[in-house]
């Protein structure tokens, strides 16, 4: 695997990270390094599947420097090389192979623990994370979360409002309990998910745009105006691309003015005049309700597209496997509430 410029800076600075862990701390930090800390294993797991130091710390929204630090730091601790490295590659070594057999066992049985723990519990209390892509962080989880908590009003929920693949980046490393998301594209092996609510996409247009009064447009009518897009891990953008694909078109030949991060952005950016895209059904619906938009339907665009809640195969702790549970049940309504006339 080719690696960034910024990886490089590791290997050249190796050395001298390793020296300092090693003579450069105090007595009291020589103490702290003989105990292995989970967020350093974490980092390594992180590493040793991207194979890039770079690609570890985005994932796990830390900085370079630091994932940098946490594998010296183990390196230290077990006197061994962990990776090899080269100018343009990051390898694990057998050493790290071992270490990595090691880690995955107890992580594992350290959530199992967790998981049994909180299941003798009688009431539940706690709080559940959960990493949510626009379209079910804004349409679905808020009534999900809403039922759930009707039942248990102990449980708090936190919310972490990401796109598709980062959402499930985020379940992978550990760092939420659940992902709510529009795809589970390449993760089918990895999680266990159900189905809680549906979309198709269509075409929104500023009020009074030509393509406003026609009730469906195909996609060649579509490639003729500028169009406004999500960020390219989107879950929505890849439904586009596999709608274009399907139709042997691509997405170079959208007339491209911007990319934005959410689907509300987009929706202002439509109402203003400043283009033409595809959005979520779910969330078109209460853009033209709001007379913000005009909702033209697409007509190559026959499927739907699913929303997942997504969980680890694992055993959960007892107040996410009782949500789990509650997932099971829930039908998302796609209903647009608006205040009484006065």
């Known amino acids: 695997m080719i690696i960034k410029k910024n990886d490089i800076s590791f290997f050249q600075t190796k050395r001298q990270i390793t020296h300092n862990v090693l003579s450069n701390v105090s007595e009291g930090a020589q103490k702290r390094m003989e105990t292995i800390r989970f967020d350093y294993l974490n980092t390594f797991l992180t590493v040793a599947r991207t194979r890039s130091f770079s690609v570890a710390a985005k994932e796990l929204k830390i900085s370079q420097g630091t994932v940098s630090h946490h594998i010296a730091a183990l390196e230290a601790y077990f006197d061994a090389e962990l990776f090899k490295r080269t100018s343009n590659s990051v390898d694990v070594t057998e050493a790290g192979i071992t270490l990595k057999e090691t880690v995955e066992k107890i992580l594992q049985e350290t ?34 979360t809403a039922g759930f908590q009707n039942r248990y009003p102990h449980v708090k929920f936190k919310i972490k409002a990401e796109d598709s693949l980062n959402s499930l980046n985020s379940l992978q490393t550990n760092n939420v309990d659940f992902a709510a998301v529009g795809t589970i594209q390449g993760y089918e092996e990895k999680f266990d998910y159900i189905q809680v609510g549906q979309e198709n996409l269509v075409l929104i247009v500023p009020c009074h745009h030509v393509l406003s009064k026609k009730e469906a447009v ?32 691509s997405l170079e030949q959208l007339k491209g ?86």
Do not use: M
């Not at 500028?226 to 139709?247: H, V």
């Open 111 to 144: 959530q199992n623990a967790k998981a049994k723990i909180s299941s003798a519990k009688q009431d539940l209390y706690g709080t559940i994370s959960i990493a949510a892509s626009t379209i079910p962080e804004e349409h679905i989880i808020p009534s999900l």
């Open 218 to 249: 195909t996609l060649i009518e579509i490639l003729k105006y500028p169009f406004i897009d999500r960020e390219e891990t989107s879950g929505t953008r890849k439904e586009i691309e596999r709608l274009l694909k399907n139709n042997k078109l």
């Open 257 to 342: 003015t911007l990319a934005l991060g959410s689907t509300e952005s987009i929706v202002t950016a439509v109402s203003e005049g400043r283009g033409i895209s595809i959005i979520s059904s779910i969330a078109a619906k209460k853009a033209n309700a709001a007379g913000l938009v005009k909702i033209v339907k697409i007509k190559e665009a026959k499927t739907t597209r699913k929303l997942y809640i997504v969980r680890p195969k694992r055993p959960l702790v007892k107040i996410s496997e009782a949500f789990w549970e509650f997932c099971k049940g829930y039908k998302f309504k796609n209903e647009v509430i608006s205040c009484p006339a006065e």
